[in-house]
């Protein structure tokens, strides 16, 4: 039984044991007699008073009101016409991943996301949680978004901006922060099963039980079918094969009380993600394993201290797309990331909101990897690339309430350690060709948040923020080379750290209690922005560029009527490379796939309950592929729809429609070699909540 192994199965079974005493209750005497050998009664911090438990973090800082920060509740996370998560995010103003494609026909390290657009290289810019846990993959920073079910979420809460808080060296476009859904909202019994018109099936499940004062929940899903062809019709060749995929998602939860004010939180999750891109044999796999491990104390002296820890591996074939033969077998890259974090908040005052504490997060992987000669195919060169990257944090945040104003500041200090790092080819005898022995570094960064909110009237919200932020390198940028036949991109194992420093000015608009506009225009600048620079037409490199430079307006309208709702948002930005980099002509260029405006609306109609309708309407502006800015990809307008119906009982009729207008969507154009996204797609299916 490996280190994770043994880990995972503690924690659970730690989790359980809290909870166990309710496991066969049938009756109240026999709960109370059972719950009383659990827990202490007379002990000083069990008065008597009634339990909640929550199963989520402590409450929102008030400092959430002064950020750009938006809330998509569950009713629009399960009802999106994909069913997946990232499309859900993209009905926030400036979501973005590095590609259009979504988490069915892309290559999983493709899947970094980030807001505001600033760019990137396939690494994550914004900072994701799911239960206040990071799920970037250690090694390469991207998301996994199929390694979360989206009906096992109940809300995400998106803040744009630098932050400082918990975990705020990752979080250097923003927050996106996913909570999970308890039996209250999930019912004893919820599932569904979904067929798409190419015979695709989705698949979910999610079991939830009260233990006595706490819960456990248990959430799956299956995704399977043949996929869609990304090749165009007139540049298919015979081995052109569609994005096939296969992948399933398992986790457990479990909630508990250790007194009346104090509970645990112990998570359990495993996820395999396999897909084909383009060519057959162009195979990619992702797979995951996690478990946390997290207190909440909500008593006269709050506090979230948590653990976890990740082991992922990753592989990825590549096809020559000339001779269309094996050229790159990567054929695992274990990874193993863990942290933790402990955060307090002391009774103050009323009008302060006072939080400090500690946070720790490590990742370290290594790439393993055999290159092949496209001519003979016989082995050219085994390749190991890896190292070990690590941030110790100190934070400390204060929100203030002054009548009308809410003032808030926030400081970080960030120690990060880059050490272990190595590069090593070696040919097929054996005998070493390349090698690359990083020196071992570290630094200290200082970043800050602040800002100010006025409540001019009942209606009117003025806001204005300024703040800091950075981000270390991943071991995927300093360390790995790879291959978008026929490019190549090469590491950078001199990589330094990202820098933000960025203001915004806000106003939120309720004119009715049913309307509420909000209008943020923001100056964001990434200095040591890393990117992927165009050396020669198919050789680039990961380098620092001198900055990245954003500023943009960012609009929101949310109304109800009745049973009537519309929700939209719209981002426009002016993005650019500002100062000369080691590749000279990139001043003023716009980074590559950057859009300049993107917008959503989502309107829906609910006549009673069970009943749902919604349509949403995108619209993403045309990109660069490169930092070149030769190769474009056209603007896209898409419409999705869904429909849920009650039918008997507890069940009840779902449909769905991606790109209804089966617009074309150009996710990748590599001097005219085009890569599409997903086409007009109709689901049908049934759903049951107990």
Do not use: C
Request: aromatic share 8%; charged share 20%.
């Amino acid at each position: 039984m490996n280190t994770f192994t043994r880990l995972a199965a503690s924690t659970f079974a730690l989790s359980i044991s809290l909870s166990s005493p309710a496991l066969a209750q049938d009756e109240d005497d026999a709960q109370g007699e059972e719950y009383a050998e659990a827990v202490d009664l007379d002990a000083p911090n069990f008065d008597g008073a009634d339990i909640i438990v929550t199963g989520a973090g402590l409450e929102p800082a008030l400092s959430n009101i002064v950020y750009s920060t938006v809330t998509i509740e569950r009713e629009q996370i399960v009802s999106s016409g994909s069913g997946r998560l990232e499309d859900v995010l993209s009905n926030v103003a400036g979501f973005q991943q590095f590609r259009r494609s979504d988490s069915r026909s892309s290559n999983p390290s493709a899947q970094g996301v980030t807001l505001r657009a600033l760019g990137g290289n396939a690494t994550s810019r914004a900072l994701v949680l799911l239960d206040g846990v990071p799920i970037s993959d250690p090694f390469f920073g991207y998301i996994p978004f199929n390694s979360v079910a989206p009906d096992a979420l109940s809300s995400v809460r998106v803040t744009r901006g630098g932050g400082s808080g918990p975990f705020g060296s990752g979080a250097l476009a923003g927050t996106i922060e996913l909570e999970s859904a308890g039996p209250q909202t999930l019912g004893s019994f919820s599932g569904g099963v979904l067929i798409n018109d190419r015979a695709e099936t989705e698949a979910t499940a999610a079991l939830a039980q009260d233990l006595g004062a706490g819960f456990a929940v248990v959430t799956g899903r299956w995704d399977r079918g043949k996929g869609f062809f990304t090749t165009p019709d007139d540049q298919r060749v015979p081995i052109s094969a569609r994005a096939a995929f296969d992948s399933w998602n398992v986790a457990a939860r479990v909630v508990a009380p250790l007194s009346s004010d104090i509970e645990v939180q112990a998570r359990i999750g495993l996820f395999d993600d396999q897909r084909t891109l383009r060519f057959e044999g162009a195979d990619s796999t992702s797979k995951g394993q996690d478990a946390s491990l997290r207190i909440v104390g909500r008593g006269n002296w709050e506090f979230d201290a948590l653990a976890y820890v990740q082991a992922r591996n990753f592989s990825n074939v590549v096809i020559s797309s000339t001779r269309f033969v094996r050229v790159l077998d990567q054929r695992k890259t274990p990874s193993t990331g863990l942290g933790g974090k402990v955060e307090v908040r002391p009774p103050v005052s009323e009008a302060h909101d006072l939080r400090f504490g500690v946070d720790y997060r490590r990742a370290d992987g290594e790439l393993q990897e055999e290159a092949y000669s496209a001519f003979s195919g016989l082995l050219r060169e085994r390749r190991r690339a890896g190292g070990t990257n690590s941030n110790l944090g100190l934070f400390l945040e204060d929100d203030w309430q002054i009548g009308p104003i809410v003032l808030t500041g926030g400081v970080r200090a960030d120690y990060t350690r880059i050490e272990d790092g190595f590069y090593r080819a070696r040919n097929a005898s054996g005998e070493i060709v390349s090698e690359t022995i990083a020196p071992d570094r570290s630094d200290w960064a200082l970043s800050y948040r602040a800002g100010a909110s006025f409540y001019a009237s009942r209606q009117l919200e003025l806001r204005a923020a300024a703040y800091t932020g950075s981000r270390l390198p991943t071991l995927n940028e300093l360390y790995r080379p790879f291959v978008v036949f026929p490019v190549v991109t090469q590491a950078n194992a001199e990589l330094e750290n990202e820098r933000l420093e960025g203001f915004e000015l806000g106003l939120n608009w309720q004119p009715a209690s049913s309307i509420l506009f909000s209008l943020t225009a923001f100056d964001n600048e990434v200095e040591n922005a890393i990117a992927n620079v165009t050396l020669e037409p198919n050789l680039r490199q990961r380098q620092n560029l001198p900055a990245i430079e954003a500023q943009g307006v960012e609009g929101a309208v949310a109304a109800r009527f009745g049973a009537v709702s519309i929700d939209a948002s719209l981002a426009y930005t002016d993005a650019k490379v500002s100062g000369e980099g080691p590749s000279l002509g990139l001043d003023g260029n716009r980074p590559p796939q950057t859009p300049e405006f993107s917008a959503s609306a989502t309107l829906a109609w609910e006549p009673s309950d069970g009943w749902r309708m919604a349509g949403t309407l995108r619209h993403v502006s045309a990109q660069f592929e490169s930092d070149q800015e030769t190769n474009i990809l056209p603007a896209a307008t898409t419409v999705d729809l869904f429909a849920q119906a009650p039918l008997f009982n507890a069940f009840s009729l779902v449909a769905r429609v991606e790109n209804l207008l089966d617009e074309t969507i150009v996710t990748r154009n590599s001097n005219g070699a085009i890569d599409l996204g997903v086409p007009r797609t109709v689901w049908f299916g049934l759903r049951l909540n107990l």
